[in-house]
């Protein structure tokens, strides 16, 4: 199969779909791989490292599309990009559908076989592709709304970890999943006073037992999370339904009632984010205030930290590389069950029951496309 990676193009992401390793794996595979000229250089791989690996380097994003039977990237793809996508190439990137109708129509239009890394899931309940971009922007989220928390940025001009004397931050941590528990991490590392909210018991269990101490859980109840907002200087969002869009656990009207000079670092926007109040941001102007409050809401938070982050997603993405090009799509969605979830939008239909839901499409089935 000609494999294919453009150049990343969304403002300041600096991600790339293919390491230099995961081309040489595919090569070895027997495969060709197409890798776009500068297309590594934000992760601090140059075209010689893909060289190396194999790869042969195309001078642009189009050739890379007309020649590839299979594209990977990291983010959605962008309305250009759309545009160079065909009937039978496959799309293999993150695609968040639910909260984004102009690209699902888009994506439609093309044919294309579009799966999405955020719903392929595994034998343990959990999403394998999304979790390594989920444990980074978890990470990251303490360290983005400390900095937003400076009285310089907007924030309320509270110190993370506070001083002998002085009580530290309160952070209200909103869904206990993998960027709620490595954001609970890091904030409480920093010495932040930290609750994380969930609605799922088995997952408070498993905080508690894994964590106590270090910090408090609860049950995301609407009177809960409104009596621990009141109180927070950080708010981080971080509930996910698969594929749906986020639900709002903090309305417009509820916004008043927050401290002034709160923070809110809504993880989830990539699913059209968890406050009514939230707007996707970028890296170049990431932060907005309304009344009073400070939110953050940067759709690509891994792409700050491109090179940790794409080695990250390539050990992830790596084997699905593979067996969709060993395979083709269809025999490897056949006899894997948790990459067909991730099938999304085939040949015009929509394959995916949560995005036809959000954006009030109908979708059929993913199995009845093999
Ligand atoms: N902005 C960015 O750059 C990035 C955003 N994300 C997004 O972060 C979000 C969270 O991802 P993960 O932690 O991997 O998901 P996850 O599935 O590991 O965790 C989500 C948690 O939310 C809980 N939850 C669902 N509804 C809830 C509610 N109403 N109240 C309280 N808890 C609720 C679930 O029980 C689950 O424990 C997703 O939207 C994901 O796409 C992930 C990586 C990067
Ligand atoms: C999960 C996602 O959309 C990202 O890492 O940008």
Same mark, same amino acid.
């Given at each position: 199969m000609r494999i294919g990676c453009p150049k990343e193009i969304k403002p300041q992401e600096f991600r790339v779909g293919l390491t230099p390793d995961a081309t040489a794996e595919a090569v070895a595979h027997g495969h060709t791989v197409l890798i776009e000229t500068g297309a590594g250089v934000g992760a601090g791989f140059t075209d010689d490292d893909y060289i190396a690996a194999g790869a042969e380097i195309a001078p642009d994003a189009t050739s890379v599309f007309e020649r590839a039977d299979m594209i990977v990237k990291v983010k959605e793809p962008q =309305? +250009?990009?759309?545009?160079? /996508?065909? &009937?039978?190439?496959?799309?293999?990137?993150?695609?968040?559908?639910?909260?984004? =109708? +102009?690209?699902?129509?888009? /994506?439609? &239009?093309s044919g294309a076989t579009c799966i999405a890394y955020e719903t392929v899931t595994d034998a343990r309940g959990g999403l394998p592709l999304l979790a390594p971009m989920s444990e980074v922007a978890g990470r990251l989220a303490p360290q983005v709304g400390a900095w937003t928390l400076q009285k310089a940025n907007g924030g309320r001009?509270?110190?993370?970890?506070?001083v002998p004397g002085v009580a530290p931050a309160r952070v209200l941590v909103i869904g206990g999943g993998v960027v709620g528990t490595h954001a609970a991490r890091i904030?409480?590392?920093?010495?932040?006073?930290?609750?994380?909210?969930?609605?799922?018991?088995?997952?408070?269990?498993?905080?508690?037992?894994?964590?106590?101490?270090?910090?408090?859980?609860?049950?995301?109840?609407?009177?809960?999370?409104?009596?621990?907002?009141r109180a927070a200087d950080m708010i981080v969002g971080a509930v996910l339904i698969p594929g749906a869009a986020a639900p709002k656990l903090i309305s417009r009207d509820e916004l008043k009632e927050l401290k002034p000079g709160a923070v809110l670092v809504d993880v989830a926007i990539d699913q059209g984010g968890c406050f009514e109040t939230s707007r996707a941001t970028t890296h170049q102007d990431p932060i907005y205030e309304v009344d009073g409050v400070m939110h953050y809401c940067v759709a690509n938070m891994p792409g700050a930290v491109a090179r940790s982050s794409t080695l990250a997603l390539g050990n992830a993405t790596m084997p699905f590389v593979l067996a969709l090009a060993d395979k083709g799509w269809k025999e490897a969605c056949r006899t894997d069950p948790h990459?067909?979830?991730?099938?999304?939008?085939?040949?015009?239909?929509?394959?995916?029951?949560?995005?036809?839901t959000a954006l009030g499409l109908s979708a059929v089935p993913a199995e009845s496309v093999l």
């Open positions: =309305p +250009v990009e759309c545009a160079l /996508l065909r &009937a039978g190439q496959i799309l293999f990137t993150y695609l968040h559908l639910a909260p984004d =109708p +102009v690209q699902t129509k888009a /994506l439609l &239009a001009g509270v110190l993370m970890g506070g904030a409480a590392g920093m010495g932040a006073d930290v609750t994380v909210l969930d609605r799922s018991l088995p997952r408070l269990r498993q905080l508690d037992d894994q964590f106590g101490g270090m910090f408090k859980t609860g049950y995301a109840s609407k009177a809960a999370t409104m009596e621990l907002a990459l067909l979830n991730g099938l999304n939008v085939h040949a015009g239909q929509l394959t995916y029951a949560a995005v036809g």
